[in-house]
């Protein structure tokens, strides 16, 4: 049987070298596995037959049988066309190509019948058909009988006639090639539970579907295939680190963590900060090492409940350190645990890139004996220089803006590796958690401190500038400060600067008697810094910023929060920038300024941003917007998620579902040792064993 993910593309008939590279680089098709893989995006009905004398141009696709009568050459140079007269006894339309004009005149002769197949246009009151699909009518078995494919392709493809008909006709050469049995990867005893069909049924139909009910069941088994192996190395991670991985038990609820939570809680915890402590806790007490991943919405207090795992971890006589992407976040962190224990004999240490050398020669020792029992720092944590007494809590705040290998080095620091807890603001919706981080124990933080006003969201046109402008200057008059944020789009980075820049100039002739400020992704990190401290420490009123404003930056008197062009945002997006207000205990707004023009989409977002303020609610419905592609950012590469069919906005049920029976599998034969269990084994090393497993470093 060949080995489908082995083979290479180019030696498939009619690929060849050339053809070959392109498909790998333009489609990342490199083997015949990768071509099997390479779904179409949507299929068109070709069972019907059209007339001539019925087509009219607003048509979607149309299918004629009949006979080129003649070609001729028109125009010169970018207007040089081919035009075919072709007919079927009921009139006469035309067939325009503008590229590959000797090819078509060669392969297609006049007088003999063909299938023809596209989308009439209207050009001169006529209709005609551009670069159609013609085939033989000996052929029309294959090509006009039923729902037929289209492939995604490249500009580069189709000038390489790669375009979706030729896609198509590579997958039919290939499934003739691999003949009637192609090696299934589901184990009989997961078809007979899910009643699922063969891979041999679902790859045939998937891409010559006999009916639309065969084709439904295609995309099932699919689905089911791409979140179940998913899941299955999900749940071998997690056996396989709770029994490789003792991690650093602590079983003592000591002096610090009990003085700390009795005494100095500057609040009472939630009910749901609460029910994170005690997973952690029974984490950290247990005998495998923690891999938790700490969710809670933009100020639901999950850098206190951080505190007292790092509190837990020095209560068994372990170091715990906390790192931060920013050199802002981790002056806040450090700044907000040292408030917290400033009664408390605990010593606590920064490390950052503005660590001075003498600073760091000092502080080396003493993290190495042991004297500093919890560091905060940014990357400069991962350095060579930092060696531990013994780490047993590392905590990494916004995780996905650290690299995975940076996270390893860190993960490294001890000979066994310590605990790991992940905290993140940003909301990950429930499916889209389960296919991210599956491997990882998840916490929810789901409730806001007492005390804490919902921000007021409010959505605005440009032309109600003026009452916007008032209403601010109401704001400051109290005390507040306020932000305005403009968008950034990679593509037009000196648009956006250009925006910026005038949005300042308008700002500071407004407000005269106030000082306005600016920051953007083109200024130096100490011009970055310096402007931002400047805000935090209330010398400057307004700060107008692209996207570039820190995630988990604190400035509790910042209680108005405008964005400009709020259409150019994705729901998620939106919601941390409305983070950045309602940290304090005034209440706090946060203005969306949109154009009038909006598509039926981005109203919808804009409207869910004004009726709730809760962040999983919102990660909800920017998964069903924008699908899960936008979001796969926030966990980086080392996780094997490409999802070819599945949509996690759609298949939650199915995701779920999958998650079942591979726990199931798992638990009964945790080793896949089984004989009957070998396809699974063998299908997960041909989708995992090339990757790093981050999995055992979150």
């Known amino acids: 049987m060949i080995e489908l993910d082995k083979r290479s593309v180019m030696y498939l008939p009619g690929v060849g070298p050339k053809k070959a590279a392109l498909l790998e680089k333009e489609a990342g098709v490199a083997s015949f596995e990768d071509l099997l893989y390479y779904f179409p995006y949507k299929y068109v009905d070709r069972s019907r037959l059209y007339t001539v004398d019925s087509i009219t141009a607003d048509m979607h696709y149309i299918q004629l049988k009949g006979n080129i009568q003649s070609f001729e050459t028109l125009g010169e140079g970018r207007t040089k066309r081919l035009i075919a007269r072709f007919s079927d006894g009921t009139g006469i339309i035309e067939l325009v190509w503008f590229k590959g004009i000797s090819y078509i005149k060669e392969k297609y002769r006049p007088g003999k019948e063909y299938i023809v197949f596209g989308r009439p246009t209207e050009f001169g009151r006529t209709c005609n058909i551009v670069h159609p699909d013609i085939d ?6 294959q090509v006009a009988n039923g729902l037929t494919p289209f492939y995604n392709t490249t500009d580069k493809m189709k000038q390489s006639f790669l375009n979706s008909r030729a896609i198509q006709n590579l997958q039919y050469a290939l499934l003739n090639l691999l003949g009637p049995t192609i090696r299934e990867t589901l184990s009989a005893d997961v078809l007979r539970r899910t009643g699922m069909i063969s891979l041999t049924e679902a790859m045939r139909n998937i891409h010559f579907p006999e009916s639309a009910d065969m084709l439904a069941k295609a995309q099932l088994r699919l689905k089911f295939d791409e979140l179940f192996f998913i899941q299955l190395n999900f749940v071998r991670m997690l ?17 610090n963590f009990n003085t700390f939570y009795k005494n100095y809680l500057p609040f009472e915890l939630t009910d749901a900060q609460k029910r994170v402590v005690r997973e952690i806790r029974a984490d950290m007490g247990g005998r495998s090492q923690m891999n938790r991943l700490l969710q809670g919405d933009v100020g639901s207090g999950k850098t206190l409940v951080a505190l007292l795992a790092m509190l837990l971890a020095i209560d068994n006589n372990y170091q715990a350190c906390m790192m931060a992407p920013t050199e802002i976040l981790a002056n806040q962190h450090y700044a907000t645990v040292m408030n917290f224990l400033s009664d408390m004999n605990i010593r606590v240490a920064l490390l950052t890139g503005s660590t001075k050398r003498k600073e760091r020669d000092e502080l080396w020792p003493r993290i190495i004996s042991g004297e500093i029992n919890i560091l905060i720092g940014t990357h400069a944590l991962i350095e060579n220089n930092v060696i531990f007494h013994s780490l047993g809590l590392a905590i990494i705040d916004e995780q996905h803006r650290f690299g995975v290998e940076q996270r390893a080095r860190l993960w490294k620091k001890n000979s066994s590796p310590p605990h790991v807890l992940v905290m993140t603001a940003t909301p990950i919706p429930r499916t889209l958690a389960m296919t991210l981080y599956g491997d990882l124990d ?18 605005r046109y440009d032309n109600g500038k003026k009452e916007l402008y008032a209403f601010m200057r109401r704001e400051i008059r109290l005390g507040r400060q306020a932000y305005v944020v403009y968008p950034m789009i990679e593509e037009s980075e000196k648009m956006d600067y250009k925006n910026l820049v005038e949005g300042f100039e308008i700002f500071a002739e407004i407000f005269p008697e106030y000082k306005v400020d600016m920051v953007h992704g083109r200024m130096k990190t100490a011009e970055k810094d310096a402007v931002m401290q400047r805000f935090i420490t209330g010398q400057t009123n307004i700060l107008l910023a692209t996207t570039v404003i820190e995630v988990g930056v604190n400035v509790p008197n910042a209680s108005v929060m405008i964005i400009e062009s709020a259409e150019r945002f994705g729901l998620s997006q939106l919601h941390q920038l409305r983070g950045r207000v309602g940290r304090g205990s005034d209440q ?43 979001l796969e950012g926030t966990r980086q590469s080392g996780t094997g998620i490409d999802l070819k069919i599945a949509n996690l906005a759609a298949d939650g049920q199915l995701l779920q579902y999958a998650r079942d029976i591979a ?36």
Not at 136 to 141: F, K, L, N, T
Not at 589 to 612: G, H, P
């Open 442 to 459: 998840v916490s929810v933080i789901d409730q806001l401190p007492p005390g804490r006003k919902p921000v007021m969201t409010q959505h």
């Open 239 to 255: 056996s396989s680190r709770k029994s490789k991985h003792a991690g650093f038990t602590c079983p003592t609820v000591g002096d």
């Open 588 to 630: 706090s707004y946060c203005i969306l300024v949109s154009s009038y023009k909006l598509s039926a989409d981005t109203r919808r977002r804009l409207e869910i941003m004004v009726e709730t303020s809760n962040g999983f609610e919102i990660a909800e419905a920017d998964l069903r917007l924008r699908g899960h592609g936008d």
């Open 136 to 141: 033989p009518v000996e052929q029309a078995g």
């Open 663 to 698: 726990s199931g599998i798992y638990e009964k034969d945790s080793n896949l040792t089984s004989q009957e269990h070998t396809c699974l084994k063998q299908r997960l090393t041909t989708l995992f064993s090339q990757k790093h497993d981050w999995g055992m470093i979150s």
